[in-house]
């Protein structure tokens, strides 16, 4: 990770990818310290991990019942 800029952060992901965070200027004091007040945090998992599982199968509500659900 590099600060070129006092307002913008560039890195380059694991596989190559280049991504830029800009700040827009602010009055916030909780970002007066523009990039400085941000630090690099270690990925806590990489991928997507296990598919969920899917959603049972069940018929579909008659329309008036499924209207009872919005109060109509």
Do not use: C, F, Y
């Not at 800009?22 to 990039?35: E, F, K, R, V, Y």
């Not at 690099?40 to 008036?64: C, D, F, I, K, S």
């Amino acid at each position: 990770m590099q600060a070129n800029d006092p307002i913008k952060l560039e890195a380059t992901l694991a596989d190559g990818r280049r991504m830029t965070l800009s700040l827009p200027p602010t009055d916030a004091q909780w970002a007066a310290d523009g990039i400085k007040g941000l630090r690099p945090v270690a990925p806590t998992h990489t991928g997507r991990g296990e598919e969920p599982p899917a959603l049972p199968e069940e018929p579909a509500l008659p329309l008036h019942v499924a209207l009872l659900g919005l109060g109509a």
